[in-house]
Each structure stands twice: as C-alpha cells, then as structure tokens.
C-alpha cells in the first residue's frame, strides 16, 4: 500500500507539471505581435482614442494665412470655416457715369480738333504739294485716286460713298487727287486702275484698295456699296467702327 502511495503521487506531480507547463508550439515571437495588437486595440479603445485623434490632426496641420495677416498651424479643409469671404467690390454707378462723361468729353475733344483740321468732308487737292500738306498732321487718311476729269460713273460714285463716309467718320481724313497730279502714288504701286484709294496712317501709305477691291461685293451705284466700302476701310485700319455707311443711317441724318 504504501509503494502504491508513492507511484501516485509521483504520476501525480508529473501531470501537474505538464497542465502548467509553457505549450510546446508557442514562441517568443508570436507573443511579441500578441502583446502589440492588444496595446494596438487598448489604444483605439475609448479610454484613449482622443488623443490618437489629435495626434493624427497635429501631423495632417499646416501653415494657414489667416484673415487678419497672422499664420497659425491648422488642418487646411477647416481652418477657414466661418471666417467671411472676400467681396469684389460694387461698381459705384456715380463712377460709371462718370466715366461715360469723360469718355464723352474726350471724344468731343477729338472731334472738335478733327473739324479743324477739315476732317468731316471730301477734300479736293490739286498735286501731290498739297496732298503731302494735307495728310502730314493727320493719324488716319483716305485718299482718291481717279481720272482727271473725275466724272466717270464709277469714280462719281465712289466720290459720293466716300463724302457720306467722311461725314461719319471724323478720325480720318477723306481726300481726292486726280491721277495726272500724283507722279509719286502712281509710280509707287502699279495700279490695277481706276478708281484707287491710297490708305495712309501718320503720312505713311499702308495700303490701296483697287477696283478688284472696291467692287468684289457690289457695283459702285448699289445701295449697299457705301456699306461694303466703310466695312473694307474698317478691316484695312483706315477708320475705328462701321457706322455711318448704310443709306438709312443718311437718311436718318437728313430727317434730323
């Protein structure tokens, strides 16, 4: 009995021992994540998700100008809420009349000196002196050139357009010079023939409108041709706007 007493405790002692004992398949290594995911989940728990939040916020900050001129470091998608945005200022409409008045006043101006100068109507000259004369102090000038005696039916119209023209148009000044007075404009280009204008800007010839030109859309005695004709200066820098071409607009201005 007693050497049974013995046995048993010692199997006894033994199962005890291996119940306790370390697991034969656990490493360090494993214990190690083990440990890391529960402080991981201990972290993200309530007790310490605050301050994880701020700690994200702190590194997703930057510098941010604030209204008042300061720099602070904020989140950038939020710094800003609430602070009142920049308003384009609002036209003053005393300052818009304003200036519709001067810009009236300065065209005036112009217009006053342009008369002066005998802008407003088709000057006749009667050679090339009095044609360099004539177009030195002016920025913009149109001049005729057609046969001598001027009374061709083509040259007659275009004469005709271009006095309706130079009424409305006081920028530039309109002018004729019969082809046998002009020795230099004749032997600057070769003329495709007449009727020709010479356009010229600060006493310089820019270009020449030929017959091919002045009659590619319509014959001279159409009622459109002073249209087409002030459309064609316009496009070549001789005059500023289109207006003042079309017969009804000559019309209104004999009724006036």
Not at 235 to 252: I, K, N, P, Q, Y
Request: hydrophobic share 35%.
């Amino acid at each position: 009995f007693g050497s049974r007493t013995v046995a048993l405790g010692a199997q006894a002692r033994g199962s005890h021992h291996f119940a306790f004992g370390m697991p034969r398949d656990a490493s360090p290594g494993r214990v190690n994540e083990d440990a890391a995911e529960a402080l991981e989940d201990k972290l993200r728990s309530g007790e310490y998700g605050e301050v994880v939040s701020t700690a994200q916020k702190a590194a997703e900050a930057q510098l941010c100008l604030r209204p008042g001129g300061g720099i602070t470091k904020a989140d950038p998608y939020t710094a800003f809420a609430g602070c009142p945005q920049p308003q384009a200022p609002l036209d003053d409409p005393d300052d818009e009349l304003r200036r519709v008045r001067d810009a009236r006043r300065a065209q005036l101006k112009d217009e006053q000196t342009w008369r002066r100068q005998g802008h407003g109507q088709l000057r006749e000259l009667a050679d090339e002196r009095e044609f360099v004369e004539a177009i030195k102090p002016h920025e913009r000038a149109v001049v005729l050139l057609d046969d001598d005696d001027g009374h061709t039916a083509a040259a007659d119209d275009v004469r005709r357009a271009l006095e309706k023209i130079a009424k409305g148009h006081l920028e530039a000044q309109f002018c004729r010079l019969p082809a046998g007075k002009a020795f230099f404009l004749t032997h600057m280009v070769e003329l495709e023939g007449l009727p020709t204008l010479f356009l010229l800007r600060d006493g310089e010839v820019i270009g020449h409108l030929p017959p091919s030109r002045l009659f590619e859309y319509s014959s001279a005695s159409s009622p459109l041709f002073a249209g087409h004709l002030v459309r064609l200066l316009h496009r070549a820098g001789a005059v500023t706007t289109v207006e003042g071409g079309s017969d009804s607009e000559d019309e209104e201005d004999d009724r006036r």
